[in-house]
């Protein structure tokens, strides 16, 4: 379903393509989510395993957008320049703008760690991918918002994608 298909009054858990998208203006569908998360129409929620993700991906999006790597491989490129690392700030201004969109940031700790290899086990999720679904999971979340389809897999939760992406 797409994002639009969330219903009000919904607690969704927003996973990090949708900011990403957003704040690189891929999808107009993920920036009119986060609205509605502002607006109060549908309460949004996230984790600071997100935030990281959302942070990491930026600044490589930086890096490559201010000419300062070539694309491809752009994480090595980083770590072997941390001269170019320190250089960079626009990432993080995402980050600090997410929770001013009135998106709750909940935390991980151990046992939610612990408790998502199950996830992995059960469902063939990637790390991140199951640590977004125990924290949906943990906060009784049963909607996602997230352009990844492996989400679909999880039972108990209902994936909400945008389909304005290329």
Request: net charge negative; glycine share 6%; proline share 5%.
């Amino acid at each position: 379903m797409t994002l639009d298909a969330i219903e009000p009054d919904t607690s969704v858990f927003i996973d990090a393509p949708i900011f990403i998208y957003h704040f690189t203006g891929a999808s107009t569908e993920c920036r009119r989510l986060l609205e509605r998360c502002e607006r109060g129409d549908i309460r949004g929620i996230t984790s600071v395993v997100v935030l990281a993700e959302v942070a990491h991906r930026v600044m490589t999006i930086e890096a490559v957008a201010k000419g300062l790597v070539s694309p491809g491989n752009v994480v090595k490129k980083l770590r072997d320049k941390p001269e170019i690392v320190s250089s960079l700030r626009g990432y993080q201004d995402p980050v600090e703008k997410i929770p001013l969109m009135f998106v709750e940031v909940v935390p991980l700790d151990l046992g939610l760690l612990l408790r998502s290899a199950q996830l992995r086990t059960r469902f063939g999720l990637l790390v991140n991918d199951s640590l977004v679904a125990a924290s949906a999971l943990e906060w009784n979340v049963a909607s996602i918002a997230s352009a990844d389809a492996d989400l679909a897999r999880v039972r108990g939760l209902t994936l909400f994608r945008p389909d304005d992406l290329e």
